[in-house]
């Protein structure tokens, strides 16, 4: 009798620790000096007219974007991929984007932005 109370303890003990350890939240900690925050677009941006709350207001041209770097690797194959993007840095916060292109509005939507966090829209 006391070695089958003694086992279903020991059950009771594993499933408690078990199910803390699986509600366990993940952290995301960052160790860069540099915490910058904003937004990354990406797509047919030339032409567009790109409102960031009061920080941009601006109709984009070729000159505006910068090239990003991608790589990726597939077994030992390594691919490069450039793609041409508009970087953004912003204060951390809810920050309105509009994007208008061609007379249309594409994007009128609110972001939050935590410190350290950039977020990538496609256009």
């Known amino acids: 009798m006391k070695n089958n109370q003694l086992h279903i303890r020991r059950i009771f003990i594993v499933s408690i620790l ?11 900690i960052s160790t ?3 915490e910058s925050t904003g937004i990354i677009f990406e797509g047919e941006l030339i032409g567009a007219t790109i ?4 920080v941009f207001n601006k109709t984009i ?3 505006d974007l910068i090239i990003d770097e991608n790589s990726t690797r ?3 194959t390594i691919f490069v991929a450039s793609k041409r993007i508009l970087k953004i840095n912003l204060a951390p916060g809810t920050t309105n ?5 061609n007379g249309m509005l594409l994007l009128d939507k609110d972001f ?5 966090q950039f977020r ?3 256009i």
């Open 74 to 76: 597939e077994g030992s």
């Open 61 to 63: 041209q070729s000159s």
């Open 97 to 101: 984007i509009k994007v208008r292109k």
């Open 120 to 122: 990538r829209i496609n």
């Open 112 to 116: 939050y932005l935590s410190s350290g």
């Open 18 to 28: 078990m199910l803390c350890v699986s509600c366990a939240t993940q952290m995301k």
């Open 32 to 34: 860069s000096l540099d």
């Open 51 to 54: 409102e960031v709350g009061s």
